[in-house]
């Protein structure tokens, strides 16, 4: 048992090439959930993706215990918010009759463990077209995760009583045309809970698109910790910190 506890430990907080490993597969494994979703709202239910959701859900259960079963606080993790995610998720994937409707919340996950501070500082390390690019990155999957959000609640939501919504493509289409506060009115949510959800799509949808659009046209800065005051963006070519003036040696990666 103790064995079984070790391996877990390495792969979930490891710093071994096989943690680095599970943990980009743990990401590739919920960017391909994602995409069945997607994919199997064009298509009738049918046995088999009946049998791939229960598939799924198993995984799913496995990797929850393993996370709490390594956990210094099992009550914290068994209440975290993601755990909640993943209970919602697992109960949609083990319960056939109902489709995958909770199944989407798993990107709520994924966008967690893009911000947890030791993935981040992996793909920086892995990757120096991350680690240049972070911050447009950062901010364009957190308006991806809320097109896909509210285009799945939408899709959840309407699929069965509104005709214009028949897959997720009507739902992107609208979740896209109500974020941009295009309208162009052909398909609309009605009722309440149809005007309330467009409300949200407009409101934050517009907020973390002009968050992107601030990433996307500010001047270039490169990320390097002061040693001395923290500073962590400086501009590409500076030597001295803006804040406490100490000399910097910020690494030229060539380009």
């Avoid at 295009?182 to 959800?197: A, E, K, N, Q, V």
Wanted: net charge positive; proline share 4%; aromatic share 12%.
């Amino acid at each position: 048992m103790n064995r079984v506890t070790s391996l877990l430990e390495e792969l979930y907080v490891g710093e071994t090439h096989r943690s680095r490993t599970f943990n980009y597969g743990i990401l590739f494994f919920d960017i391909a959930t994602i995409l069945f979703i997607v994919v199997t709202s064009f298509v009738p239910r049918s046995a088999a993706i009946e049998s791939i959701d229960i598939i799924i859900g198993l995984v799913l259960l496995a990797e929850l215990i393993a996370r709490i079963w390594i956990s210094k606080s099992k009550l914290k993790e068994l209440t975290h918010p993601a755990s909640i995610v993943d209970y919602i998720a697992i109960a949609s994937f083990l319960a056939p009759v109902a489709g995958e409707a909770g199944g989407f919340m798993r990107i709520l996950r994924t966008l967690r463990l893009l911000h947890t501070y030791k993935f981040l500082a992996r793909l920086r390390t892995d990757f120096p077209y991350f680690r240049r690019n972070e911050d447009i990155i950062l901010a364009m999957s957190h308006l991806f995760v809320f097109i896909f959000i509210m285009t799945s609640l939408v899709y959840e939501t309407q699929h069965w009583t509104n005709p214009n919504i028949k897959n997720y493509v009507d739902a992107l289409y609208f979740t896209v045309t109500a974020l941009t506060t295009t309208g162009f009115g052909d398909i609309t949510l009605p009722g309440s809970t149809g005007r309330l959800i467009s409300v949200v799509i407009m409101l934050f949808g517009v907020t973390l698109f002009l968050r992107l659009a601030q990433v996307l046209f500010r001047p270039h800065k490169v990320r390097f910790p002061c040693p001395v005051c923290g500073l962590q963006r400086h501009d590409p070519d500076a030597v001295h910190c803006k804040a406490c003036g100490t000399v910097l040696n910020i690494p030229d990666e060539g380009d």
